[in-house]
């Protein structure tokens, strides 16, 4: 795939959605690093409904020590995992009243050091709480990205390598959300919508579905 290639590609979903962003919901970079540390394996809208509850009783790190890991628990139990991701919660929340003033670190390494924070979730919260131009590639993304020949790769760290390589800068800050978005609601795994797909003609999967 071509650059003139990509930079229409980009250009049409930025029309399609000029603006878009999480469909987690979050007030504060600890609400987002929360949503996203709930949401391995858990749909958005599940992790959205815990998160409701829980946040109105505890959106910081110490609120959450102080609730306590039954507390957690009892809050996001709806979703997968709880009880891991509660104790990855309480002891993130610990390093982050210790060593943080209670803040989220701006860093890769600091937020990568973080229990249950990977290259992806730390990829997350630069991009969308700080507005940096990173990519976390998902599994949507990175379907999306091979399949379409945006950026082809047998892992996720060289699809994103080859992303931050290959996406025209004035479309960096926001590829993440167009590509994971496209992926989730029109690039699907099974069988992608490709009739209704607005970069259908600029995509070079060879086995495109009828609409």
């Not at 970079?29 to 959205?48: I, M, W």
Request: charged share 25%; aromatic share 6%.
């Amino acid at each position: 795939m071509n650059a003139q290639k990509r930079l229409e590609i980009f250009a049409r979903l930025r029309a399609h959605n000029p603006e878009p962003t999480t469909e987690l919901n979050w007030t504060t970079p600890f609400e987002l690093l929360t949503a996203v540390l709930l949401s391995a394996q858990a749909t958005d809208v599940g992790v959205n409904k815990a998160t409701e509850r829980l946040f109105k009783v505890a959106n910081t790190p110490q609120s959450i020590l102080d609730l306590g890991i039954d507390g957690v628990k009892e809050h996001i139990r709806t979703i997968g995992l709880y009880n891991t991701k509660a104790e990855n919660l309480m002891k993130t929340c610990r390093i982050l009243v210790e060593q943080h003033d209670g803040e989220v670190p701006r860093t890769r390494k600091a937020l990568e050091a973080l229990p249950g924070v990977g290259r992806k979730t730390a990829n997350v919260i630069l991009n969308t709480a700080f507005g940096e131009p990173t990519i976390a590639v998902d599994t949507h993304i990175f379907r999306v990205a091979n399949r379409t020949g945006i950026a082809k790769g047998k892992d996720v760290v060289e699809v994103e390598r080859k992303l931050l390589r290959h996406v025209p800068r004035e479309f960096r800050q926001d590829a993440h959300h167009w590509l994971i978005l496209h992926g989730r609601y029109t690039c699907l795994a099974r069988k992608p919508r490709c009739g209704s797909c607005v970069i259908e003609d600029l995509c070079e999967y060879p086995e495109k579905t009828e609409p």
